[in-house]
């Protein structure tokens, strides 16, 4: 059974640990590319997307995706944009209260989803400015793979900040 209190903490943990002093498009490339070959590393069916106050600096499809990736991409990205949250935080704050995101404020599931793998991209002091986004695994897989590169990449330790 899902601990949601758990993993909301752990969530909430890693929003205020992965945070850039600055993004640009070079980071925003560095980071895709580190995405992109754990991807082919892992042979893992994914679309890699990162966005930027509104305009996307990187995407990349691995082989098995298709273009159905790219929708859930878009609704994932529409959720980060509206709450400035993670999807899988969310998701599992709607889930634990039963309640799914079209019940709670009216939105379309169509064009909104709670699903794991998209990472509000944060800026300190300043907020969220964009979204990092992956689509293919199994939502709680999707949310941990940003959330292993993002650490990486900013040389932030696992220790603790991964979900059980």
């Keep these: 059974m899902t601990d949601f209190a758990k993993d909301l903490a752990t ?3 890693q929003e205020e640990l992965l945070q850039f ?3 640009d498009a070079d980071e925003a490339w560095k980071l895709g590319c580190r995405l992109r070959d754990m991807a082919v590393a892992r042979k893992a069916p994914i679309t890699i997307e990162i966005t930027l106050s509104g305009q996307r600096l990187f995407y990349a499809s691995m082989p098995g995706t298709t ?5 859930w991409v878009r609704r994932k990205r529409n959720v980060v944009e509206l709450y400035h949250r993670s999807t899988y935080f969310i998701g599992q704050g709607n889930r634990q209260q039963g309640i799914s995101l ?3 404020i009216g939105v379309s599931l169509a064009d909104y989803a709670t699903n794991g793998g998209a990472f509000p991209l944060l800026i300190k002091g300043a907020g969220c400015v964009g979204s990092i986004i992956v689509s293919g695994l199994a939502q709680r897989d999707d949310h941990g793979f940003v959330v292993e590169a993002l650490a ?4 932030v330790p696992l220790d603790g900040l991964m979900l059980d």
Excluded: Q
């Design 11 to 13: 969530i909430t943990r």
């Design 21 to 23: 002093d600055r993004f």
């Design 67 to 71: 273009p159905v990736n790219d929708d």
């Design 102 to 104: 079209s019940e709670k």
């Design 152 to 155: 990486a990449h900013l040389g």
